[in-house]
């Protein structure tokens, strides 16, 4: 097995739904990415021959998930993250918002971030998110 390992780090803030506790209120964190892309065999032909995938490839990806996260304010589309978006408007100041169909935390947003690189034609194997330096989600999928 030839396993890639590419990474990449996002500034973002979130706020989970419902929590009760430390986390309760908006807040960011540096996040750490490491998408890992793996193959049995290596391509036999062609520009990939002798690789699995083009690393170039690969970062252009990752900057996409890069550029739909860095530096956002992620929320949960429902009643209570609308009700938030409302106060944070009432108050004046201005939040590049993105909405997800999910509560943002590192389970969700692994998810998501390994579905989104699969969608873009990249073989993704395991995505790792670390929302602090020692602490993160591993999310892979059974082929």
Same mark, same amino acid.
């Given at each position: 097995?030839?396993?890639?390992?590419?990474?990449?780090?996002?500034?973002?803030?979130?706020?989970?739904?419902?929590?009760?506790?430390?986390?309760?209120?908006?807040?960011?964190?540096?996040?750490?990415?490491?998408? +890992?892309?793996?193959?049995?065999? *290596?391509? #036999? /032909? =062609?520009?990939?021959?002798?690789?699995?995938?083009?690393?170039?490839?690969?970062?252009?990806?990752?900057?996409?998930?890069?550029?739909?996260?860095?530096?956002?304010?992620?929320?949960?589309?429902?009643?209570?993250? +609308?009700?938030?978006?409302?106060? *944070?408007? #009432? /108050? =004046?100041?201005?939040?590049?918002?993105?909405?997800?169909?999910?509560?943002?935390?590192?389970?969700?947003?692994?998810?998501?971030?390994?579905?989104?690189?699969?969608?873009?034609?990249?073989?993704?194997?395991?995505?790792?998110?670390?929302?602090?330096?020692?602490?993160?989600?591993?999310?892979?999928?059974?082929?």
């Amino acid at each position: 097995m030839f396993t890639l390992k590419s990474e990449i780090q996002f500034d973002m803030a979130h706020y989970l739904s419902g929590y009760v506790g430390k986390c309760k209120n908006i807040h960011g964190h540096r996040y750490r990415l490491v998408v +890992k892309v793996s193959s049995q065999t *290596l391509h #036999e /032909s =062609g520009q990939l021959r002798g690789m699995v995938d083009d690393f170039s490839e690969v970062k252009a990806v990752l900057k996409e998930v890069h550029d739909l996260f860095d530096h956002k304010l992620v929320i949960e589309e429902n009643e209570e993250g +609308k009700r938030v978006v409302e106060k *944070l408007n #009432e /108050s =004046g100041k201005v939040f590049e918002i993105l909405f997800v169909p999910y509560r943002p935390t590192a389970e969700e947003m692994s998810r998501h971030i390994f579905n989104e690189i699969k969608k873009r034609g990249v073989r993704v194997t395991e995505v790792e998110l670390f929302e602090t330096p020692t602490n993160s989600c591993i999310y892979t999928e059974e082929d």
